[in-house]
């Protein structure tokens, strides 16, 4: 796999290894926007639970809804890294089924209901086990590293820190990639001809440019702050359907998956309008 050779001859060689990530921890206000609206105390501590587990499962998204505290670390893909993720979203799911809708409001209920197929939903996904066989010309290694600047919503001193630090952290991620589709060929499982094809096309022709005109080299642009994306809410009344998106994996299953709104990365109360 040629993708990540890039990334890693580039950061690799002359970096430390970052520390592991550390768990997130909600700040006041990040936790009072997880539960506005919310009635049912136990409903109100599970919402915040699982917008803490979406933040420690990505770094990278905390940095785009601007969470500070963990801009230098990387999305963690490892084995290690995915077995803590399903256990936690396992027991975040346990305690949702756990509570009982009769007892809440309307808009709890709503809450409660995006919720439960949110996790359902992820947990539907492990038969299909992506992590083992996506690849593609947008999604690869090069073109994630070449993407990594547009996290940050400024680009002032610290955010360039946590940049370089995030670079830094190539190496790992590629050596995590590499290892994950290892996996999936053990298991049988691989991208699809023409998908790896034009990736390595791709990767071809981002070596062949001079190193000056490398994107991942370039001054990123700045950006305005996406705003309104760390404000969960009510749904509006509106409920997902029930559709196991784990259909989509299995032959004659359904025609194609049900992809909710930046799914997984919404709180379970998105805020809709």
């Given amino acids: 796999m040629r993708g990540p050779v890039l990334a890693s001859l580039l950061w690799a060689c002359a970096h430390p290894v970052p520390p592991p990530i550390q768990p997130a921890t909600l700040r006041p206000e990040t936790r009072a926007a997880a539960v506005a609206g919310v009635q049912d105390p136990a409903l109100a501590t599970l919402l915040a639970d699982h917008w803490a587990f979406v933040l420690d499962s990505s770094p990278e998204w905390a940095t785009v809804l601007g969470e500070p505290g963990r801009a230098g670390q990387i999305d963690d893909v490892g084995p290690a890294a995915r077995a803590e993720a399903r256990a936690t979203r396992d027991a975040l799911l346990k305690r949702a089924l756990a509570l009982d809708p009769a007892t809440l409001s309307d808009t709890d209920r709503d809450s409660l209901d995006m919720l439960r ?64 589709l290892r996996e999936g060929i053990a298991a ?10 034009r990736t390595l096309a791709l990767v071809d022709a981002e070596l062949a440019r001079p190193l000056a005109e490398l994107e991942l080299l370039a001054p990123p642009a700045p950006r ?6 760390t404000r969960p809410g009510r749904p509006g009344g509106r409920t997902w359907p029930r559709r196991s998106k784990a259909a989509c994996c299995r032959p004659g299953g359904a025609t194609g998956p049900f992809w909710p709104m930046s799914w997984p990365r919404w709180p379970a109360a998105a805020r809709w309008g």
């Fill in 188 to 197: 049988g499982r691989s991208p699809d001809a023409e998908a790896l094809r």
């Fill in 117 to 180: 197929f949110q996790l359902q939903s992820d947990a539907d996904d492990d038969v299909c086990h992506f992590h083992q066989w996506s690849l593609s010309a947008r999604s690869n290694a090069v073109g994630w590293a070449n993407g990594l600047y547009q996290d940050f919503p400024t680009m002032d001193p610290a955010a360039g820190a946590a940049l370089l630090a995030r670079y830094r952290a190539v190496p790992r991620r590629v050596d995590q990639d590499i290892a994950n």
């Fill in 224 to 229: 305005a702050p996406r705003a309104g994306r």
